[in-house]
């Protein structure tokens, strides 16, 4: 295995070897990310090339990725790869819902409708209660009627615009 080589510069460089070691990855991997990324050798130790660092670290981190890019693109991928790429992504979201990590949207829309439906309720009965409990005059109880419609008309426009929302994102 490859040894660390520190130079007066302070720079460390570690060959293909040494960084695959370091990142717990195979060496075709580790060189596979850092052709991807572009990352170019510092020099040559052995008749190895050796790499920084700190060049190297962020190739090996994000995969491969460079900054901005949201990931992997399926439809680039020849379909050997789409395959198992899916299949991966089909595990980790299986996973991901089995540890309680991801919720369905079945459940979230339940789950808010059960809320929504608690505090329409609650409003819904706002007036009466402060009419009977707090013997309030028939304008506060108009007024309050009033506020509860528009309260309820908001709510229902929010979720209807989240729903819209929720819509363009799955298509």
Not at 108 to 117: G, N, Y
Not at 138 to 155: G, M
């Amino acid at each position: 295995m490859g040894a660390v080589i520190e130079t007066a510069d302070g720079l460390v460089r570690l060959s293909i070897a040494r960084l695959a070691a370091e990142f717990g990855m195979a060496r075709e991997t580790v060189s596979k990310r850092l052709a991807q990324a572009n990352v170019q050798p510092d020099g040559k130790r052995g008749g190895y090339p050796v790499y920084r660092l700190r060049d190297a670290c962020p190739a090996l981190i994000d995969g491969g990725h460079a900054e901005g890019d949201e990931g992997v693109d399926p439809s680039k991928m020849k379909p050997s790869d789409r395959r198992a790429w899916f299949q991966s992504e089909n595990e980790r979201l299986k996973f991901e819902q089995e540890t309680g990590q991801l919720i369905l949207a079945a459940e979230v829309h339940a789950e808010f409708a059960a809320a929504a439906k608690v505090v329409v309720r609650e409003l819904e009965t706002l007036p009466d209660r402060a009419e009977r409990d707090l013997r309030c005059s028939p304008e506060v109880v108009e007024y309050l009627q009033a506020e509860v419609r528009n309260i309820r008309t908001e709510i229902a426009k929010h979720l209807a615009t989240d729903d819209e929302e929720d819509a363009r994102i799955s298509a």
